[in-house]
């Protein structure tokens, strides 16, 4: 699993994942695990987070139905939907709440297009030594680094699917001192990263020509 350490995992997600596993038998499959926050201020940093999330468990949800409910209330929503809709737009979400989870033949629902090329979502999918491809070192310290996993997966001609029923929720913490050198560009970190994910890109074209997904 390409995953944050910053997320909880769903309580099924172990046995979800393992259940689905045929359908990334093949070494460019790659299974989307929906992800989600918690949307209430209550804690502003690891300590009063971690107490809170002690004495009141359901504060991140757990369970599908803790999830919805969550929803429901307007106290959960799609990880940073509303400061990054495109990050996790192509995985349809909504969908996937209301429990569209699979194709006609059964499979889980298959992803045909990417609506927006800044897609990062975490993903499930196989280590095969060699082909399997590593992040790329030069994206380090804050920024673009999720992003240029994914598109290299999609120059690779992986296929994308979505998990039903397991997901994670991302656990609510102070932003770090590298994410606030990244949102000011202090050292300017930020232009310099994205300077390098549009040459990293160009070098994508050049070796694979074309992603195997088209944009929506």
Same mark, same amino acid.
């Given at each position: 699993?390409?995953?944050?350490?910053?997320?909880?995992?769903?309580?099924?997600? !172990? /046995?979800?994942?393992?259940?689905?596993?045929?359908?990334?038998?093949?070494?460019?499959? %790659?299974?989307? &695990?929906?992800?989600?926050? *918690?949307? *209430?201020?209550?804690?502003?940093?690891?300590?009063?987070?971690?107490?809170?999330?002690?004495?009141?468990?359901?504060?991140?949800? !757990?369970?599908?139905?803790?999830?919805?409910?969550?929803?429901?209330?307007?106290?959960?929503?799609?990880?940073?939907?509303?400061?990054?809709?495109?990050?996790?737009?192509?995985?349809?979400?909504?969908?996937? +709440? *209301?429990?569209?989870?699979?194709?006609?033949?059964?499979?889980?629902?298959? &992803?045909?297009? &990417?609506?927006?090329?800044?897609?990062?979502?975490?993903? +499930?999918?196989?280590?095969?030594?060699?082909?399997?491809?590593?992040?790329?070192?030069?994206?380090?310290?804050?920024? $673009?680094?999720? &992003?240029?996993?994914? %598109?290299? +997966?999609?120059?690779?001609?992986?296929?994308?699917?979505?998990?039903?029923?397991?997901?994670?929720?991302?656990?609510?913490?102070?932003?770090?001192?590298?994410?606030?050198?990244?949102?000011?560009?202090? $050292?300017?970190?930020?232009?310099? /990263?994205? !300077?390098?994910?549009?040459?990293?890109?160009?070098?994508?074209?050049?070796?694979? $020509?074309?992603?195997?997904?088209?944009?929506?």
């Amino acid at each position: 699993i390409v995953l944050d350490l910053d997320f909880i995992p769903s309580e099924t997600l !172990r /046995n979800t994942a393992h259940q689905y596993l045929e359908y990334v038998s093949d070494e460019r499959d %790659a299974m989307v &695990i929906p992800a989600f926050e *918690q949307n *209430q201020k209550k804690c502003n940093s690891k300590e009063k987070c971690s107490l809170l999330l002690r004495d009141k468990p359901d504060f991140i949800p !757990r369970t599908l139905i803790e999830l919805t409910t969550c929803i429901k209330d307007k106290n959960c929503s799609v990880f940073q939907e509303s400061i990054n809709p495109a990050g996790h737009s192509t995985t349809n979400s909504n969908k996937w +709440l *209301q429990e569209e989870w699979f194709n006609s033949d059964g499979s889980p629902r298959s &992803i045909g297009c &990417i609506s927006s090329s800044r897609y990062e979502p975490y993903v +499930l999918l196989r280590w095969c030594d060699g082909s399997t491809p590593l992040y790329d070192e030069r994206f380090h310290g804050y920024g $673009k680094n999720k &992003i240029e996993y994914i %598109a290299h +997966l999609l120059y690779l001609k992986y296929s994308f699917s979505v998990l039903p029923a397991g997901f994670i929720v991302h656990f609510p913490h102070e932003e770090s001192n590298i994410k606030r050198t990244w949102i000011n560009n202090e $050292k300017r970190i930020h232009e310099d /990263n994205d !300077r390098l994910y549009n040459k990293f890109l160009a070098q994508l074209k050049q070796r694979f $020509k074309k992603p195997g997904l088209p944009h929506c």
